[in-house]
């Protein structure tokens, strides 16, 4: 094992001058390019900017595009001009991903509307659990996003912009506010395959930190089996002698980093450091025995089967263990064909288990200061794709709740077919921005200087959606 005596005497003359001439072009190079800038090795602090509503965000991500018009946006029109040729007035000119130049026909909404809770909230008959934390969820009909295909919709819905290698939205957040818990990862994300409908692949890359440091980038945990693989020693390695293997690795990345200020020699440090404390709480995050039956029955699971249910209690249970942002995919509402039954397969997969996490948040009173997200990429076409609908871009839903949300209200809404928002337009920018703000971040001072460009989540847009705060 090296000390810093031993290391100072290794290096060379030509060592020595070389990294001085380096230190002092790379100084005055900083003094250039406006050293003011924040680093992306250093959180560009002070955050919070103001007191903060939320202090974690938790992300169910329906992935495939989950149709607004079976879900949360009630068209009676639509329905009376079922099988009727679309009005070529909404749709001339307009990106329709896979009906382009084909005959356009409404297709009515496949179920009905009910009003729930004391708000009267409108939510398809489907979702009755999540109809009864109707007073809690605001429901946004006017989201609007800029990409019609799946992956580069992911990726705007994650990054803001589509094009690939831009740090997602969870580790924006982590960069700007750390993280709670010391013994866990503060991004973490959860995936599950439902069977309802083609299951998009989603990839690892939307939860990457693009250029910011990878410590902030997301860590995929299983929910069957062994969360974090190779987390547990193999046989015969005790913990004294991982411990001796730890603290002499750590102790060589420690030598060479005053040499190089290599960000990602910092963050081996503290992934080693992680990956150690990990062996313990990683364990005791999965063991579900001390949660009373009622809870599981409240999700609909016994745990550690690899459902979404599974995952929406391991989100609490990561809430409470101070995760700072915790995101759900559930794969299969990609819904071209057949979409009456595939509706019918998701809502049955996903609406006790999302509206359990409303309620056990509220009942251990954390959602005050938990933002919880419900929603997909996309929505999709009023008009009909055989038996399913098309992606579709200008207009969806999505709900949130807790964490500054004022509840029982809907926000903006879509033309008398559903195809246009037409008030109060949410853009995917603008949700990024009210997501920041409620974690106390304005979102036009969250930057990070790169490749000469001072680079944030909104791009070079975003406005606060100020009327869905409590």
């Known amino acids: 094992m090296f000390h810093?005596?031993?290391?100072?005497?290794?290096?060379?003359?030509?060592?020595?001058?070389?990294?001085?001439?380096?230190?002092?072009?790379?100084?005055?190079?900083?003094?250039?390019?406006?050293?003011?800038?924040?680093?992306?090795?250093?959180?560009?602090?002070?955050?919070?900017?103001?007191?903060?509503?939320?202090?974690?965000?938790?992300?169910?991500?329906?992935?495939?595009?989950?149709?607004?018009?079976?879900?949360?946006?009630?068209?009676?029109?639509?329905?009376?001009?079922?099988?009727?040729?679309?009005?070529?007035?909404?749709?001339?000119?307009?990106?329709?991903?896979?009906?382009q130049g084909k005959a356009l026909k409404c297709y009515a909404p496949r179920f009905d509307f009910k009003h729930y809770g004391n708000s009267g909230q409108t939510i398809a008959s489907l979702f009755p659990k999540m109809g009864e934390i109707a007073d809690d969820i605001c429901i946004i009909n006017s989201m609007v996003t800029e990409q019609i295909n799946h992956d580069p919709a992911h990726t705007f819905m994650n990054t803001g912009t589509s094009i690939s290698g831009r740090p997602s939205m969870g580790s924006w957040v982590q960069y700007g506010l750390g993280s709670e818990a010391d013994d866990l990862p503060g991004f973490v994300v959860l995936t599950s395959i439902g069977k309802g409908g083609q299951a998009q692949p989603i990839a690892a890359r939307q939860w990457h930190s693009g250029f910011l440091p990878s410590r902030y980038q997301g860590v995929e945990f299983r929910s069957a089996g062994d969360p974090v693989l190779y987390v547990n020693s193999p046989p015969g390695i005790t913990t004294g002698r991982q411990q001796d293997v730890f603290d002499a690795v750590n102790q060589m990345n420690k030598l060479r980093q005053p040499a190089l200020d290599d960000p990602e020699i910092a963050t081996r440090i503290a992934q080693y450091e992680l990956a150690f404390k990990m062996q313990t709480s990683v364990p005791s995050l999965m063991d579900i025995s001390g949660e009373p039956q009622h809870i599981l029955d409240m999700y609909g699971t016994q745990g550690a089967d690899g459902t979404f249910a599974?995952?929406?209690?391991?989100?609490?249970?990561?809430?409470?263990?101070?995760?700072?942002?915790?995101?759900?995919?559930?794969?299969?509402?990609?819904?071209?064909?057949?979409?009456?039954?595939?509706?019918?397969?998701?809502?049955?997969?996903?609406?006790?288990?999302?509206?359990?996490?409303?309620?056990?948040?509220?009942?251990?009173?954390?959602?005050?200061?938990?933002?919880?997200?419900?929603?997909?990429?996309?929505?999709?076409?009023?008009?009909?794709?055989?038996?399913?609908?098309?992606?579709?871009?200008?207009?969806?839903?999505?709900?949130?709740?807790?964490?500054?949300?004022?509840?029982?209200?809907?926000?903006?809404?879509?033309?008398?077919?559903?195809?246009?928002?037409?008030?109060?337009?949410?853009?995917?920018?603008?949700?990024?921005?009210?997501?920041?703000?409620?974690?106390?971040?304005?979102?036009?001072?969250?930057?990070?200087?790169?490749?000469?460009?001072?680079?944030?989540?909104?791009?070079?847009?975003?406005?606060?959606?100020?009327?869905?705060?409590?």
Not at 358 to 377: A, F, I, N, S
Not at 379 to 404: L, N, Y
């Open 4 to 99: 810093n005596s031993e290391a100072a005497i290794r290096q060379t003359r030509r060592t020595f001058l070389g990294q001085g001439m380096a230190g002092l072009g790379s100084a005055a190079l900083a003094t250039l390019m406006n050293a003011s800038s924040a680093r992306a090795d250093d959180k560009p602090g002070p955050f919070p900017n103001f007191a903060p509503k939320a202090k974690r965000v938790i992300v169910l991500c329906q992935a495939g595009g989950p149709s607004h018009l079976e879900t949360f946006d009630e068209k009676p029109e639509l329905k009376r001009l079922n099988d009727q040729p679309m009005p070529e007035s909404f749709t001339k000119g307009q990106p329709i991903a896979q009906l």
């Open 310 to 470: 599974a995952n929406c209690l391991l989100a609490r249970r990561l809430a409470e263990r101070g995760v700072r942002f915790v995101q759900l995919y559930h794969r299969g509402w990609d819904h071209h064909g057949g979409i009456e039954r595939g509706m019918q397969i998701c809502a049955s997969e996903v609406d006790q288990a999302s509206a359990a996490l409303v309620t056990d948040l509220k009942h251990r009173g954390m959602l005050d200061d938990t933002l919880v997200v419900w929603g997909g990429e996309f929505g999709r076409t009023p008009m009909a794709q055989g038996s399913g609908r098309d992606h579709h871009i200008k207009g969806f839903s999505i709900w949130m709740a807790g964490g500054g949300i004022k509840g029982g209200i809907k926000h903006g809404k879509t033309d008398d077919l559903g195809y246009n928002a037409v008030e109060d337009i949410v853009h995917v920018h603008d949700f990024h921005a009210t997501m920041l703000h409620l974690l106390g971040i304005n979102h036009e001072k969250l930057t990070v200087r790169h490749q000469g460009r001072d680079f944030r989540l909104t791009d070079v847009h975003g406005h606060v959606v100020k009327d869905i705060l409590a």
